[in-house]
Each structure stands twice: as structure tokens, then as C-alpha cells.
T-cell receptor, first 120, second 115 residues
Framework: EAGVTQFPSHSVIEKGQTVTLRCDPI?????LYWYRRVMGKEIKFLLH??????QDESGMPNNRFLAERTGGTYSTLKVQPAELEDSGVYFC?????WGPGQVFMNTEAFFGQGTRLTVV | AQSVAQPEDQVNVAEGNPLTVKCTYS??????LFWYVQYPNRGLQFLLK??????LVKGSYGFEAEFNKSQTSFHLKKPSALVSDSALYFC?????????????FGQGTELSVKP
């Protein structure tokens, strides 16, 4: 079974440019999450999709960030225009379970290898 | 605000010695607790989890973790460290009420095991 795949693995862009990150979750996983780790800090939640719907986007830093998950399969995270502080490692994760009241069959999220974004 | 703390940025251990990587949490309710490991140039890899039940949980690669509710801690342990255990370790908590499954992570602890 293929794991969570992220593209690209590295991206170096200039301030003001646009970058789009892509995440392919594990097939059949309804839940897709984006996280970010700024150098040396904790990994922070950005947003959560359930299928194609945004369930929670409370962690998105500002309106320069736009996430989509068309058709409930892969997801993209676009940063436009990029700023220096956007540099970091962006992780995507997917899982099958969700929500209180359900029987948790698989309670861990599976992560991709991350995209290292450097804005110069 | 809910948070997870890993008080040590780095832990150094000699091969063959026991290791402990500390984690405490401040999350409402009875969160699920996780440990993930990131090897160089790799993604986050699940190690183990605590949901309920026995306070000592066993995971991958000989790791285990001890849940202590009164101290709100979930320390990662291994009886005998290997050089190949050198990696970045993250503790995470998952609030279980109306939070959609998102994880709250600590800042990570770099484990270095020397021969």
C-alpha cells in the first residue's frame, strides 16, 4: 500500500512568488491534514479536510494560504505571495477515522515526507 | 491554550544504555497520546499510541511509553539504545472532543546515540 506522498520534496522560491504544494493521501482516507514546522519549533496544525470539505482551517496563518481538495482525493496548498516567514517544512497526513461517537479503527495519522519550503 | 511540551531539545545516550525522552501535555479531557519519529530526510513515522488501558504501551523498534495521568506525562523509553535510534522524536496529543482529529505537537527532541 502506497503511503502519503508529497510533492515537491524541496522548493526554493523568491519572496513574492507563488508556490503550490501537493499531497496525495493514502487511498480511501477521508481525512487529510496539513501541518507546518518552522525551524526548531513545534509542528503546527494548519487545516483539516474531510473528503473535499474543510472541517477545520483554524491554523491557517493568513489569506495568502489557500488549500483545496478537489474531488476528495489529493490536496494542494498554495502560498501566494510567499513571504520569508513562510519558510519551513510542510507536512501532510491522512487518516481514516474521525470524530467522537465513532468506533476508532485506526487512530493514528500517517504522514508524508514533507516539503521543505525556503523563501529567499 | 492546549499544548505539548518536550523539555529537552537534545538527549545524548551511549549505545546499550537506557533512554528516556520526556513529554508532558496540557490538553483538556483525556487526550490520545502519540509518539512519532523522523529519521533524516524522511517523513514522520508512527511509533506508538496511548488510548486507554495499561499505562505502559509498547510500540515499534523496541520503544515503549509510560502514561502518567497525575503528572500528565507520556515519556518515551527504550531499555537499550541503538545508534540507529538517532533521530528527531515528536510527542503529540489528540483532543478527543470536537477537534476533528488534529494533533498538537511538542517541539521535538533530537536523540543522539553514540557507539
Amino acid at each position: 500500500e502506497a503511503g502519503v506522498t508529497q510533492f515537491p520534496s524541496h522548493s526554493v522560491i523568491e519572496k513574492g512568488q507563488t508556490v503550490t504544494l501537493r499531497c496525495d493521501p493514502i487511498s480511501g482516507h477521508d481525512n487529510l491534514y496539513w501541518y507546518r514546522r518552522v525551524m526548531g519549533k513545534e509542528i503546527k496544525f494548519l487545516l483539516h479536510f474531510v473528503k473535499e470539505s474543510k472541517q477545520d482551517e483554524s491554523g491557517m496563518p493568513n489569506n495568502r494560504f489557500l488549500a483545496e481538495r478537489t474531488g476528495g482525493t489529493y490536496s494542494t496548498l498554495k502560498v501566494q505571495p510567499a513571504e520569508l516567514e513562510d519558510s519551513g517544512v510542510y507536512f501532510c497526513a491522512s487518516s481514516q477515522d474521525w470524530g467522537p461517537g465513532q468506533v476508532f479503527m485506526n487512530t493514528e495519522a500517517f504522514f508524508g515526507q514533507g516539503t521543505r519550503l525556503t523563501v529567499v | 491554550a492546549q499544548s505539548v511540551a518536550q523539555p529537552e531539545d537534545q538527549v545524548n545516550v551511549a549505545e546499550g544504555n537506557p533512554l528516556t525522552v520526556k513529554c508532558t501535555y496540557s490538553v483538556s479531557g483525556n487526550p490520545y497520546l502519540f509518539w512519532y519519529v523522523q529519521y533524516p530526510n524522511r517523513g514522520l513515522q508512527f511509533l506508538l499510541k496511548y488510548i486507554t488501558g495499561d499505562n505502559l504501551v509498547k510500540g515499534s523498534y523496541g520503544f515503549e511509553a509510560e502514561f502518567n495521568k497525575s503528572q500528565t506525562s507520556f515519556h518515551l523509553k527504550k531499555p537499550s539504545a541503538l545508534v540507529s535510534d538517532s533521530a528527531l522524536y515528536f510527542c503529540a496529543a489528540r483532543p478527543i472532543y470536537n477537534q476533528g482529529g488534529k494533533l498538537i505537537f511538542g517541539q521535538g527532541t533530537e536523540l543522539s546515540v553514540k557507539p
